[in-house]
């Protein structure tokens, strides 16, 4: 049946808006796209036999407005999307066409948007942002679809130009589509099967001669998570579902095959293996065998014939996680499927093989499986306790009159917990509105059992448990382990214990059993183990009722309202806002606090560096200062007892900045924050330059002219700063715009021990020895360092490190004469593999360089300024310099060419970098004259007395030199 539309003019956009059994969301779709800033738009409401009164309200509305909407509906009901899209486009009379959803909507101005990026590109097909919004949380939480996608206007040819849009994007409602290219390609979506949009987004990007994407969002697609009737693309646990997904996807391997497009088709695997798949194994353990063995089938008869190079841009544990399911493993795949849910858990005791550590011990004889089982890199053996997630898996539930009785087994990685350990544990129950109470019990036992560690616990829930009942309906679990005064803490999976239909026990809430009379065990989204109040008896049925009728009331908005005011003041309040707001006010208000000395280095991470060789020399002198340090994180680790420490950011830190009469620090305080003139800032900044820095980089120069004067107004708070060299005036000043007479021709202060140790090779450090001790290296051994810098992403990240050459290799060549540290970017963190153990030493934990410099006898770096430190002590360089010219080349360059400038041996690969090292002393004397030239060039200031003369100049003298 067809309401009547009028004819006329040719409509800019027809919005397709499909509707099955959604009466009452259809009329907010549909005026979505009615009341768009775009005019010429006209509706077709497609209704897909409904069972409600969808079809009745379509008719309505086109009743009301028949020039602008039109309703039809299907004979019988198609069982998907496809076929009312289909039919929508049938008799669309646009010149373009979208698609739209009856429980989602289209954003004000989505079709002038994508419109006018259409006809100023002339594109087939238009894309703009999507937003997921969660409706049934809080806040509406809103996430966008693939963002990166969409962060700026492009056009592109074909889509083998953007391939991770063909990849990601696989959706049809955030596009629009000309309606003569759809029809003359024959494009239409699959009938009778779901997930229809996977192939006609593909079929689409295929056939589209151009396609422009925009910045914009254009759609809403409202999700609902906590309903009990899903959507058809959220029945997973439904087998048919997932057979319908992998039968689009052989589909579109036909059309990629076709095509000739096997780099496409290789990225649609690896995509279909970390998303698709990933998103049935998390539904796995809470279903029955029989669904997990048919599952199983149906992806091992799809995924078997995927390319190697698919499953080599895997991660670890989606890697496992593809290998069990293929071998129906279920022992080891559960614990898999838990940590791929919650990526940080440790859901396995692990295993040591070779000094490698692997998932389990079952297929180490199968090499290729063996490599597959390889989570060294993981680094999990090289973690203490509290810094674990454990998993916790429920083994017991049973509730004894007004006690639940809960037991469990915690996962003991590689005995990480050792069988003499003081074990104790409590259980703690916190309400999911963070804000509110928690409940803690202690637990009766805890006791070690071969790989996990067991508990268990009476829990007297209905006598102690006292919610306020309202809004903390939902309550998480949580198990607190301590063993040997190192607490960790677990969420407790649920395991094979059925919940959902285990018994309650009763409650009594503050505002009384009308309220709330039960409390029910469930499963969190992420499987783990929660309680929800319910309503059993008549009474609390009726109360609650009356409850919620008064929380939509108009009294109840009004609270609502006036609490998420005082949430958002009380966010605003800690926000960096609000406190370079305040600051830039206690300029004006407070005094300056004499012999004040903020300091910080590393933008809080460390008490090291200059900062440090600063502050030690002024506590050496006993000058009366105060000193403050400023650190990071959650609580400081390393700095000195008797400084004043400030977290960063927080208010004491704003405050101390704005009352000190010295800023102190090697990196930069944070931009936004002025300096009173009273304040005296010196910037002893963080190395010399290769690469090059501030305004010369191609970054700065295209900032706007705002952006520019920011950072140049950031620049000019330092009063002093430190430099080593002329090098450093001619690249570091220049470049961040440094005047003449604000440089110090000091050097650094943190090299005056370098200094001071090459002057006197002799003399031994006892702080150097006590670290080597520390350290386990052997007294017979000598150290080498390897210290490279840090790799940036092209969106500036960090990238991951990974290390250039084989440390096994190194050990085993190497280790009964050499002990190699291993001292990533502070940016960075490194695994190393059991296997090497005593022989190569992480050290990135250490907070200062300097003395690990000391220590060691030789340097390996590539890039980083530590070459221009280490040079000073004349020892041994070399340069494994692998990547030079991804490096040098890209778009910031370097000041020099390291080949020619290096004072030692300039390597490219392994072999090489194990021939340098050889003989140490054969390489420190051919490169003993280049060594001291280097030095004269780039350390020319650094005289061991840097410390001494900042502290004479700056600080008034007081009490005697130690």
Request: proline share 5%; glycine share 6%.
């Amino acid at each position: 049946m067809d309401t009547p539309g009028s004819g006329g003019a040719e409509p800019d956009i027809s919005v397709v808006v499909i509707v099955y059994d959604d009466a009452p969301r259809l009329t907010t779709a549909v005026r979505s796209a009615l009341d768009q800033t775009l005019r010429n738009v006209e509706v077709v409401i497609v209704d897909d036999c409904s069972t409600d009164g969808s079809y009745d309200v379509a008719c309505s509305l086109a009743a009301a407005d028949p020039s602008r909407v039109r309703a039809i509906r299907l004979a019988e009901n198609s069982g998907g999307c496809g076929e009312p899209r289909n039919q929508g486009l049938a008799v669309a009379r646009g010149r373009y066409v979208m698609f739209l959803d009856s429980d989602d909507t289209l954003e004000a101005n989505a079709c002038r948007n994508l419109l006018e990026a259409a006809d100023r590109t002339g594109a087939d097909l238009v894309s703009g942002r999507c937003v997921r919004v969660h409706t049934d949380s809080r806040h509406d939480k809103r996430i966008p679809w693939y963002p990166w996608l969409y962060r700026s206007t492009r056009t592109v040819e074909s889509i083998a130009e953007l391939p991770d849009l063909f990849v990601f994007d696989t959706l049809s409602t955030n596009k629009c589509y000309r309606r003569a290219f759809l029809l003359e390609n024959g494009l239409a979506f699959p009938r009778g099967i779901h997930y229809e949009d996977l192939l006609f987004s593909a079929q689409a990007y295929l056939a589209a001669g151009r396609i422009t994407l925009i910045p914009h969002t254009v759609y809403f697609w409202h999700v609902v998570q906590k309903t009990t009737a899903k959507s058809i693309s959220n029945r997973r646990h439904e087998i048919n579902n997932f057979a319908d997904r992998l039968e689009i996807h052989r589909r579109i391997d036909e059309v990629l095959k076709r095509r000739g497009l096997d780099e496409l088709k290789l990225r649609k695997d690896t995509k279909f293996l970390k998303h698709d798949l990933a998103l049935y194994l998390g539904d796995l353990p809470f279903l029955d065998d029989g669904y997990r063995h048919r599952f199983a089938g149906l992806a091992r008869g799809y995924i078997q014939d995927f390319p190697e190079a698919a499953y080599a841009e895997l991660d670890r544990v989606h890697a496992i996680c593809a290998h069990l399911l293929m071998r129906e493993d279920w022992e080891n795949l559960m614990p898999a499927v838990d940590t791929l849910i919650n990526r940080s858990k440790i859901s396995t005791p692990l295993v040591e093989r070779d000094g490698r550590i692997y998932w389990c011990d079952r297929y180490l004889d199968d090499p290729e499986a063996r490599d597959v089982m390889d989570v060294t890199a993981l680094g999990h053996h090289g973690r203490e306790l509290d810094e674990m997630f454990l998993r916790n898996v429920l083994t017991g539930y049973a509730v004894r009159g007004d006690l639940v009785v809960l037991e469990g087994a915690v996962v003991n990685p590689l005995h990480t917990v050792p069988p003499d350990a003081r074990l104790t544990a409590e259980l703690e129950f916190r309400a999911r509105r963070r804000s509110l109470r928690t409940f803690r019990f202690p637990v009766g036992t805890v006791r070690h059992a071969g790989d996990t560690l067991t508990w268990r616990a009476a829990v007297p829930l209905t006598g102690r448990f006292r919610p306020v009942g309202v809004v903390d309906e939902v309550w998480d679990v949580r198990l607190h382990l301590t063993a040997d005064g190192r607490r960790t803490t677990t969420r407790i999976t649920a395991g094979d214990i059925d919940l959902e239909n285990s018994a309650s026990v009763p409650v009594r809430p503050r505002l009384g059993r009308f309220v709330a009379d039960r409390l029910e065990p469930h499963v969190s989204a992420k499987g783990h183990l929660a309680f929800r109040l319910t309503q059993h008896g008549p009474a609390a049925r009726r109360g609650r009722a009356l409850v919620d009728r008064n929380l939509h009331g108009p009294a109840a908005r009004t609270v609502k309202g006036t609490y998420r005011a005082l949430r958002a003041v009380r966010r605003d309040l800690s926000s960096h806002s609000r406190k370079v707001r305040a600051y830039h006010h206690m300029l004006r208000l407070l005094p300056v606090r004499k012999g004040t000395v903020v300091f910080e280095s590393h933008l809080g991470m460390h008490y090291s560096d200059s900062p440090r060789a600063i502050h030690e020399e002024l506590r050496r002198r006993r000058v009366p200062v105060t000193a403050v340090w400023s650190y990071a994180g959650e609580r400081p680790e390393g700095f000195p007892e008797d400084a004043e420490l400030v977290r960063r950011w927080s208010w004491r830190y704003i405050r101390a900045l704005a009352q000190a009469e010295f800023w102190i620090d090697n990196q930069g305080f944070p931009l936004m924050l002025r300096k009173r003139p009273e304040t005296t800032y010196i910037q002893t900044w963080h190395g010399s330059a290769l690469k090059r820095m501030g305004f010369d980089e191609p970054s700065c120069r295209v900032m706007s002219e705002h952006e520019q004067r920011a950072f140049q107004q950031a620049l000019d708070r330092f009063d002093h700063f430190l430099v080593r060299s002329e090098h450093d005036v001619r690249t570091l000043a220049r470049a961040y715009r440094i005047p003449e007479w604000k440089l110090l021709r000091t050097g650094y202060p943190r090299n005056d021990a370098l200094v001071r140790a090459a002057r006197h090779p002799q003399t031994a450090d006892p702080a150097v020895r006590r670290l080597a001790e520390r350290l386990g290296i052997r007294p017979d051994s000598r150290v080498v360092l390897y210290a490279p810098t840090f790799r940036a992403r092209p969106d500036g990240g960090v990238r991951d490190f990974r290390l250039p050459f084989d440390v096994e290799r190194f050990a085993d060549r190497f280790g009964d004469r050499y002990t190699l540290l291993v001292r990533p970017h502070y940016l960075n963190r490194v695994t190393l593999p059991p296997s090497v153990a005593g022989r190569v030493i992480d050290v990135a934990r250490e907070p200062d360089i300097t003395p690990l410099l000391l220590l060691s006898d030789a340097l390996i770096t590539d890039y980083s300024s530590v070459m221009f430190d280490y040079a000073l002590l004349l020892r041994p360089l070399v340069f494994l310099a692998h990547d030079w010219e991804e490096y040098s080349q890209d778009a910031r360059g370097t000041y020099f060419d390291l080949f020619e400038e290096a004072p030692g041996p300039v390597v490219r690969t392994e072999d090489a970098l194990f021939s340098a090292l050889s003989d140490l002393r054969a390489l420190s004397t051919r490169y003993e004259a280049r060594l001291k030239e280097f030095v004269d060039k780039f350390g020319e200031y650094d005289r061991g007395d840097a410390a001494v003369r900042i502290v004479e100049r700056f600080f008034a003298p007081a009490g005697e030199s130690q």
